[in-house]
């Protein structure tokens, strides 16, 4: 089956330490993208990715850290210097192709800092 | 920046009751607007979508959205829900120049049954 993967589902971390979560398609698609979840905020992108070996800073980027070695992989590492870490993290892919291009989500990791 | 803005965060209905979302966006030009659905447990999922043709345009599970240009607005609308509708509505616009998304807030949907 064609689809978006994410791990953990949960995973739990004590402050002070970067995690990085897994993001991995099968789509074929040259685009992705990293979102956080918080309750009442919808969704807000925090990179984007083109194509390997480029991506982009979102809005809210600061704290985190991505790369972008293959197509079908993107993970995102939450890094110390994230102040609000806990949160649910989407990834998403897509093509490239404009108008009409939806996008592809993965089930999720919910993020736990203590 | 682009910006997409949806009204009452959080909808309580009965079930056979109309639902309909409001969601305003901000970019004049070229539109590339979604509707997403969250039910709970599962993943974000595509209702709908519009970029050209028939301003009214029919998504999965029976819901619909027109897109008025005069009005900034892609509302979602059904006519009759069912409790199986209960979930996170959101409504979104692609950027103009790439392919990234703002989205609204999104709409908390509970139906009871």
């Known amino acids: 089956d064609g689809g978006i993967t994410q791990s953990p589902k949960y995973l739990f971390r004590k402050e002070g330490q970067n995690v990085t979560l897994s993001c991995e398609q099968n789509?074929?698609?040259?685009?992705m993208y990293w979102y956080r979840q918080d309750p009442g905020q919808g969704l807000r992108l925090i990179y984007y990715?083109?194509?390997?070996?480029?991506?982009q800073k979102g809005d809210i980027a600061e704290g985190y850290s991505v790369s972008r070695e293959k197509k079908e992989s993107f993970p995102l590492t939450v890094t110390s210097a994230q102040k609000n870490p806990t949160a649910f993290y989407l990834c998403?892919?897509?093509?490239?192709?404009?108008?009409?291009?939806?996008?592809?989500f993965g089930p999720g990791t919910r993020l736990t800092v203590t | 920046a682009q910006s997409v803005s949806q009204h009452n965060h959080h909808v309580i209905l009965s079930e056979a009751a109309s639902l309909e979302l409001g969601c305003n966006y901000s970019?004049?030009?070229?539109?590339?607007l979604f509707w997403y659905v969250q039910y709970p447990g599962q993943h974000l999922q595509l209702l709908l979508k519009?970029?050209?043709?028939?301003?009214l345009v029919k998504g999965i599970k029976g819901f619909e959205a027109e897109f008025i240009k005069s009005k900034f607005s892609f509302n979602l609308r059904k006519p009759s829900v069912q409790w199986s509708d209960t979930a996170e509505y959101f409504c979104?616009?692609?950027?103009?120049?790439?392919?990234?998304?703002?989205f609204g807030k999104g709409n908390q949907v509970v139906v009871i049954p």
């Open positions: 998403a892919s897509s093509t490239t192709g404009g108008s009409g291009s939806e996008q592809y």
């Open positions: 789509l074929n698609h040259d685009a």
């Open positions: 990715s083109q194509i390997v070996n480029d991506f």
């Open positions: 970019y004049g030009g070229t539109v590339n």
């Open positions: 519009y970029f050209s043709g028939d301003p």
């Open positions: 979104a616009d692609m950027v103009y120049g790439n392919n990234r998304l703002a």
